[in-house]
Structures are given as C-alpha cells and as structure tokens.
T-cell receptor
C-alpha cells in the first residue's frame, strides 16, 4: 500500500547538487511530505518535511509542486557521507488518524 | 540528551519461540513507533504508542504485539516466530504523535533459525 514512488537508485558527483524525486500522486490535503535517510547499519535519520510550501534547513531543501503530487529533495553540495538510502513518505499529522507508509527509497551513491 | 536506545542489539531465536524487544525513547518523548525492516519489503510500520495506548497499527498478524509503560518505554513481542520474522526492528520516538521529527534507534537485528 505504498503511497510514494521513488527511483531505486541514483548517482551524484561529490560537490554537486543531488536532486531526489518522489511521486505522491494520491496525497491528501492534510498529508505532509517527509524525507528520511538511512546510512548503512544505522537507524533512519530525519531530513526535512513540508506541506505545500518549499522548505529549507541546514541539511537540504524540499521543493513541492503546486499540485503537491510530487516533490524533490535537494542536497546542495553532496559529500561522500551523503551516500545512503533516502525515503520519501507521506504522513497525516492528525491525532487518532495517523498512518505511516514508507516507500522503497532511493539508494543515492556519491561518487568521488 | 541520550538518543533512542534499543535492547538487545542482536538476537538469535529458533522457529516457534517468542521474543521481546525493548525501546527507551529520548527523555521527554512520549510517542514510540515500531518498524520492521527487511531487504525485500523495506521499512514497514508495525504500531505506534502514546500515553500507554496503541494509536495505530500496521498490517501485521496478531503474533506481533506491543505495549508502552508509564515512563514511555516500550516493548514489542513476537510470538511463534517464523523464519520470515528475521529482520531489523527499529524503534522511533517523538515528543508527541504530531511530532514532526521522529528519532530512530539503532535497531535490534533478529535472526530466526
């Protein structure tokens, strides 16, 4: 019952911007888009989230299309330590009606 | 502030046995979620607890159960283990159910022989 679609793998040169796409065409109006990443043998790490506006923090930027059916996570200057599996998820933030679904993730490899 | 801790980190069991995994959330966090991660299925949501109450449950059989204590620590139990239960079990905590950021523990790797 996955609600997001991501490419299985991507490569990016070190120092360049990594752009990771995610499709969530069935997203509901009250669902947020969250991004997590998981470095090998560690637990997932929160990156960023948004509802409909673009968001930026110290780790990344999140661009959400106007119709909210897709989004892109941008790592502005990728480093080798950014090599990980990146998960895009949609989540309702509403007490008593919450459901979390993780997609298959994108395995991002940063190439020296 | 200490992160989410999970015990044990590694566990080997045989089919038919039962297992209990423990999770201690970050101090002050009251919401705890459990996930199962396998190479074939990826990350799958098991259940979430808040204030000792299960708020939501994923699509897992009744052999998978959990509970939360008054100090927010949580345990999950799997009975009548099957080979397919071999996985990394992850616990995540957040301040409350609407917490925007979930902090994951290192996981417990369960191997069923």
């Amino acid at each position: 019952d996955a609600k997001t679609t991501q490419p299985p793998s991507m490569d990016c040169a070190e120092g360049r911007a990594a752009n990771l796409p995610c499709n969530h065409s069935t997203i509901s109006g009250n669902e947020y888009v969250y991004w997590y990443r998981q470095i090998h043998s560690q637990g997932p790490q929160y990156i960023i989230h948004g509802l409909k506006n673009n968001e930026t923090n110290e780790m990344a930027s999140l661009i959400i299309t106007e119709d909210r059916k897709s989004s892109t996570l941008i790592l502005p200057h990728a480093t080798l330590r950014d090599t990980a599996v990146y998960y895009c998820i949609v989540r309702v933030s509403n007490f008593g009606n919450e459901k979390l679904t993780f997609g298959t993730g994108t395995r991002l490899t940063i190439i020296p | 502030k200490a992160g989410v801790t999970q015990t044990p980190r590694y566990l080997i069991k045989t089919r038919g046995q039962q297992v209990t995994l423990s999770c201690s959330p970050i101090s002050g966090h009251r919401s705890v979620s459990w996930y199962q991660q396998t190479p074939g299925q990826g990350l799958q949501f098991l259940f979430e607890y808040f204030s000792e109450t299960q708020r939501n449950k994923g699509n897992f059989p009744g052999r998978f159960s959990g509970r939360q204590f008054s100090n927010s620590r949580s345990e999950m139990n799997v009975s009548t283990l099957e080979l397919g239960d071999s996985a990394l079990y992850l616990c995540a905590s957040s301040l409350d159910p609407d917490g925007n950021e979930q902090f994951f523990g290192p996981g417990t790797r369960l191997t069923v022989l």
